[in-house]
Protein backbone atom coordinates (compact mmCIF):
# COMPACT_ATOMS: atom_id res chain seq x y z
CA UNK A 1 0.00 0.00 0.00
CA UNK A 2 1.34 3.35 -1.00
CA UNK A 3 0.56 6.76 0.33
CA UNK A 4 0.22 10.06 -1.73
CA UNK A 5 -1.63 13.06 -2.71
CA UNK A 6 -4.27 13.03 -4.68
CA UNK A 7 -7.91 3.40 -18.31
CA UNK A 8 -8.73 1.97 -20.42
CA UNK A 9 -12.42 0.67 -20.85
CA UNK A 10 -13.76 -2.12 -18.32
CA UNK A 11 -13.15 -5.71 -19.14
CA UNK A 12 -15.81 -7.67 -21.17
CA UNK A 13 -17.00 -9.08 -18.11
CA UNK A 14 -18.52 -5.37 -16.84
CA UNK A 15 -20.91 -5.94 -20.05
CA UNK A 16 -22.73 -8.64 -18.17
CA UNK A 17 -24.59 -5.75 -16.26
CA UNK A 18 -26.00 -4.05 -19.34
CA UNK A 19 -23.70 -1.27 -19.18
CA UNK A 20 -21.65 0.29 -22.32
CA UNK A 21 -18.35 1.92 -22.47
CA UNK A 22 -16.50 4.78 -24.55
CA UNK A 23 -13.17 5.37 -23.79
CA UNK A 24 -10.94 8.89 -22.96
CA UNK A 25 -13.31 10.29 -21.05
CA UNK A 26 -14.69 7.42 -19.92
CA UNK A 27 -18.66 7.38 -19.94
CA UNK A 28 -20.96 4.59 -18.87
CA UNK A 29 -24.30 4.29 -20.41
CA UNK A 30 -27.11 3.52 -18.17
CA UNK A 31 -30.48 2.90 -18.93
CA UNK A 32 -31.63 6.69 -18.28
CA UNK A 33 -28.30 8.09 -18.01
CA UNK A 34 -24.80 8.88 -19.54
CA UNK A 35 -21.90 9.15 -16.47
CA UNK A 36 -18.65 9.89 -15.74
CA UNK A 37 -16.95 9.79 -12.78
CA UNK A 38 -13.30 11.44 -11.94
CA UNK A 39 -11.00 11.62 -9.26
CA UNK A 40 -8.69 14.67 -9.98
CA UNK A 41 -8.69 14.57 -13.98
CA UNK A 42 -8.69 10.98 -13.85
CA UNK A 43 -11.57 8.94 -14.69
CA UNK A 44 -12.87 6.04 -12.99
CA UNK A 45 -15.35 3.78 -12.28
CA UNK A 46 -17.30 4.66 -9.24
CA UNK A 47 -17.33 6.22 -6.12
CA UNK A 48 -18.21 5.08 -2.47
CA UNK A 49 -18.94 6.89 0.10
CA UNK A 50 -19.20 4.07 2.75
CA UNK A 51 -21.90 4.32 5.57
CA UNK A 52 -20.01 2.06 7.87
CA UNK A 53 -16.42 2.92 7.65
CA UNK A 54 -14.90 6.43 8.36
CA UNK A 55 -14.02 6.77 3.94
CA UNK A 56 -14.63 7.38 0.88
CA UNK A 57 -13.01 5.76 -1.91
CA UNK A 58 -13.10 5.79 -6.25
CA UNK A 59 -12.17 2.70 -7.75
CA UNK A 60 -10.48 3.63 -11.32
CA UNK A 61 -10.96 1.92 -14.85
CA UNK A 62 -9.38 -1.74 -14.93
CA UNK A 63 -7.12 -2.21 -17.42
CA UNK A 64 -6.98 -5.09 -19.78
CA UNK A 65 -5.27 -7.47 -17.12
CA UNK A 66 -8.44 -6.64 -14.92
CA UNK A 67 -5.60 -4.06 -12.35
CA UNK A 68 -7.20 -1.03 -10.77
CA UNK A 69 -6.40 1.72 -8.66
CA UNK A 70 -8.86 1.83 -5.13
CA UNK A 71 -8.02 5.51 -3.84
CA UNK A 72 -9.51 5.45 -0.30
CA UNK A 73 -9.91 8.60 1.74
CA UNK A 74 -9.92 9.39 5.68
CA UNK A 75 -13.08 10.90 7.01
CA UNK A 76 -11.72 10.48 10.72
CA UNK A 77 -8.82 12.36 9.22
CA UNK A 78 -8.90 15.23 6.90
CA UNK A 79 -6.90 14.81 4.06
CA UNK A 80 -5.40 11.17 4.38
CA UNK A 81 -5.33 8.86 2.15
CA UNK A 82 -3.82 5.92 0.59
CA UNK A 83 -4.00 3.87 -2.69
CA UNK A 84 -3.96 0.33 -3.76
CA UNK A 85 -3.56 -2.35 -6.75
CA UNK A 86 -6.38 -4.47 -6.94
CA UNK A 87 -7.54 -7.28 -9.83
CA UNK A 88 -11.11 -7.04 -10.58
CA UNK A 89 -12.01 -10.62 -11.29
CA UNK A 90 -14.77 -11.76 -14.09
CA UNK A 91 -18.29 -11.07 -12.57
CA UNK A 92 -20.30 -13.59 -10.65
CA UNK A 93 -24.00 -12.25 -11.36
CA UNK A 94 -27.48 -14.16 -9.59
CA UNK A 95 -30.76 -13.32 -8.90
CA UNK A 96 -30.27 -9.41 -10.39
CA UNK A 97 -27.36 -9.08 -7.65
CA UNK A 98 -23.47 -8.94 -9.57
CA UNK A 99 -20.19 -9.45 -7.40
CA UNK A 100 -16.90 -8.27 -8.85
CA UNK A 101 -14.36 -10.16 -6.91
CA UNK A 102 -10.96 -7.89 -6.04
CA UNK A 103 -7.29 -9.74 -5.10
CA UNK A 104 -4.29 -7.62 -4.78
CA UNK A 105 -2.90 -6.76 -7.83
CA UNK A 106 0.69 -8.30 -6.84
CA UNK A 107 2.21 -9.47 -3.78
CA UNK A 108 3.73 -6.68 -3.43
CA UNK A 109 0.52 -4.76 -3.06
CA UNK A 110 -0.48 -6.29 0.45
CA UNK A 111 -3.98 -6.54 1.84
CA UNK A 112 -5.96 -9.15 2.81
CA UNK A 113 -6.44 -12.09 -0.45
CA UNK A 114 -10.50 -11.42 0.21
CA UNK A 115 -13.22 -11.82 0.51
CA UNK A 116 -13.40 -8.34 -1.48
CA UNK A 117 -15.68 -7.36 -3.77
CA UNK A 118 -17.34 -4.55 -5.74
CA UNK A 119 -21.45 -5.20 -4.96
CA UNK A 120 -23.95 -3.92 -7.52
CA UNK A 121 -27.25 -4.75 -8.87
CA UNK A 122 -28.43 -4.52 -12.52
CA UNK A 123 -31.00 -1.66 -12.70
CA UNK A 124 -33.32 -3.39 -14.98
CA UNK A 125 -34.54 -4.81 -11.57
CA UNK A 126 -35.92 -1.11 -10.75
CA UNK A 127 -39.99 -0.23 -11.71
CA UNK A 128 -38.23 2.26 -13.23
CA UNK A 129 -34.28 1.35 -14.45
CA UNK A 130 -34.22 5.04 -15.57
CA UNK A 131 -34.14 6.16 -11.94
CA UNK A 132 -30.52 4.73 -11.75
CA UNK A 133 -28.52 7.35 -13.08
CA UNK A 134 -25.22 7.07 -11.11
CA UNK A 135 -22.99 3.09 -11.44
CA UNK A 136 -25.79 0.94 -9.22
CA UNK A 137 -22.43 0.12 -6.65
CA UNK A 138 -24.04 -0.46 -3.23
CA UNK A 139 -21.15 -1.93 -1.30
CA UNK A 140 -17.50 -2.73 -1.56
CA UNK A 141 -15.42 -5.00 0.57
CA UNK A 142 -11.67 -4.37 0.54
CA UNK A 143 -8.86 -4.08 2.79
CA UNK A 144 -9.02 -0.61 3.17
CA UNK A 145 -13.08 -0.67 4.01
CA UNK A 146 -16.40 -2.73 3.95
CA UNK A 147 -19.98 -2.28 4.08
CA UNK A 148 -22.80 -0.10 2.27
CA UNK A 149 -22.03 2.38 -0.69
CA UNK A 150 -24.41 5.55 -0.70
CA UNK A 151 -26.75 5.17 -3.64
CA UNK A 152 -29.89 7.17 -4.63
CA UNK A 153 -33.08 7.17 -7.23
CA UNK A 154 -32.24 10.45 -9.74
CA UNK A 155 -28.55 11.18 -8.56
CA UNK A 156 -27.23 13.63 -10.97
CA UNK A 157 -23.78 14.60 -8.51
CA UNK A 158 -22.12 12.85 -6.15
CA UNK A 159 -19.06 14.24 -4.71
CA UNK A 160 -16.48 14.59 -1.89
CA UNK A 161 -13.73 16.92 -0.65
CA UNK A 162 -11.68 16.58 2.32
CA UNK A 163 -14.54 17.34 4.89
CA UNK A 164 -17.74 16.35 3.57
CA UNK A 165 -19.65 15.03 0.52
CA UNK A 166 -22.23 16.34 -1.81
CA UNK A 167 -25.52 15.12 -3.51
CA UNK A 168 -27.70 16.66 -6.12
CA UNK A 169 -30.52 14.36 -6.89
CA UNK A 170 -33.23 15.07 -9.82
CA UNK A 171 -36.95 13.06 -9.93
CA UNK A 172 -39.15 12.52 -12.39
CA UNK A 173 -40.85 15.90 -12.98
CA UNK A 174 -38.10 17.88 -12.18
CA UNK A 175 -37.27 18.16 -8.69
CA UNK A 176 -33.71 18.91 -7.56
CA UNK A 177 -32.68 18.27 -3.98
CA UNK A 178 -29.22 18.92 -2.77
CA UNK A 179 -27.71 17.30 0.70
CA UNK A 180 -24.43 17.39 2.03
CA UNK A 181 -22.95 14.90 4.67
CA UNK A 182 -20.10 16.29 7.21
CA UNK A 183 -18.13 13.72 8.03
CA UNK A 184 -17.67 15.21 11.56
CA UNK A 185 -20.96 14.36 11.91
CA UNK A 186 -22.18 11.14 13.62
CA UNK A 187 -24.06 8.69 10.77
CA UNK A 188 -27.79 7.15 10.92
CA UNK A 189 -28.24 5.31 7.49
CA UNK A 190 -31.39 5.19 5.82
CA UNK A 191 -33.12 2.26 3.67
CA UNK A 192 -35.94 3.63 2.46
CA UNK A 193 -36.74 0.87 0.13
CA UNK A 194 -34.34 -2.17 0.29
CA UNK A 195 -32.19 -0.95 -2.15
CA UNK A 196 -31.58 2.63 -1.75
CA UNK A 197 -28.79 3.17 1.05
CA UNK A 198 -28.28 6.49 2.42
CA UNK A 199 -27.60 8.23 5.50
CA UNK A 200 -29.69 11.62 7.65
CA UNK A 201 -28.13 14.82 5.78
CA UNK A 202 -25.98 17.65 7.30
CA UNK A 203 -28.09 19.94 4.96
CA UNK A 204 -30.54 19.16 2.84
CA UNK A 205 -32.88 21.78 0.51
CA UNK A 206 -35.45 20.59 -1.74
CA UNK A 207 -36.02 22.49 -5.30
CA UNK A 208 -33.46 24.31 -7.30
CA UNK A 209 -32.69 25.59 -10.54
CA UNK A 210 -30.61 24.94 -13.06
CA UNK A 211 -28.35 26.46 -15.17
CA UNK A 212 -26.81 25.01 -18.56
CA UNK A 213 -23.86 26.27 -20.65
CA UNK A 214 -21.97 25.42 -23.26
CA UNK A 215 -18.94 24.08 -20.49
CA UNK A 216 -20.68 23.31 -17.54
CA UNK A 217 -24.07 22.91 -15.68
CA UNK A 218 -24.87 24.62 -12.56
CA UNK A 219 -27.57 23.33 -9.82
CA UNK A 220 -28.70 26.63 -7.32
CA UNK A 221 -30.54 26.11 -4.17
CA UNK A 222 -31.61 28.91 -1.46
CA UNK A 223 -32.18 28.18 1.82
CA UNK A 224 -32.80 30.40 5.12
CA UNK A 225 -30.70 33.19 3.49
CA UNK A 226 -27.99 30.55 2.11
CA UNK A 227 -27.56 30.09 -1.52
CA UNK A 228 -25.37 26.73 -2.58
CA UNK A 229 -24.19 26.97 -5.96
CA UNK A 230 -22.95 23.35 -7.28
CA UNK A 231 -20.74 23.61 -10.51
CA UNK A 232 -19.44 20.73 -12.60
CA UNK A 233 -18.31 20.32 -16.33
CA UNK A 234 -20.29 19.27 -18.46
CA UNK A 235 -19.22 16.08 -20.10
CA UNK A 236 -16.32 16.35 -22.71
CA UNK A 237 -14.63 18.97 -21.14
CA UNK A 238 -12.25 19.20 -19.08
CA UNK A 239 -13.18 17.62 -15.65
CA UNK A 240 -13.90 20.02 -12.61
CA UNK A 241 -16.39 20.37 -10.07
CA UNK A 242 -17.25 22.79 -7.39
CA UNK A 243 -19.40 23.72 -4.31
CA UNK A 244 -19.98 27.67 -3.51
CA UNK A 245 -22.00 28.65 -0.48
CA UNK A 246 -22.81 32.02 -0.19
CA UNK A 247 -25.09 34.96 2.24
CA UNK A 248 -26.37 37.98 0.93
CA UNK A 249 -24.33 38.28 -1.98
CA UNK A 250 -21.32 37.29 -0.08
CA UNK A 251 -19.00 33.88 -1.00
CA UNK A 252 -18.49 32.41 2.23
CA UNK A 253 -16.70 29.29 0.64
CA UNK A 254 -16.16 27.59 -2.44
CA UNK A 255 -14.84 23.81 -2.12
CA UNK A 256 -13.73 22.09 -5.60
CA UNK A 257 -14.39 18.33 -5.04
CA UNK A 258 -11.60 15.63 -4.99
CA UNK A 259 -13.59 13.14 -6.80
CA UNK A 260 -17.20 13.22 -8.35
CA UNK A 261 -19.58 11.31 -10.23
CA UNK A 262 -21.85 13.10 -12.54
CA UNK A 263 -25.09 12.04 -14.32
CA UNK A 264 -26.87 13.27 -17.40
CA UNK A 265 -30.15 11.69 -18.13
CA UNK A 266 -30.55 10.74 -21.76
Given amino acids: MIKRSAA???SAALLSTGIAHAAGPTIQTLPGSRVVTYLGSTPGWFICDSLDSPSVAELGWPDANGRSRLSTYSKS???QYVYRNYRVGAADPGAGQVYYPLSPASPSA???????????FNPGALSDPSQAMTPTVVSLTSAELSGDCR????????GFDKARSFMVTEMPGGQLTYQTWNYADSVR????????RTSTPSVRVVGGSRLLSSTQETFVFQNAGYTYTVRVARQGQPAGASVT???GGKVLQTEPLTGYTYAVPR
Avoid: E, F
Fill in 77 to 79: NPG
Fill in 151 to 158: WTLGTRLL
Fill in 110 to 120: GGSSGPNAVHT
Fill in 189 to 196: KVNPDGVQ
Fill in 245 to 247: VSR
Fill in 8 to 10: RIL
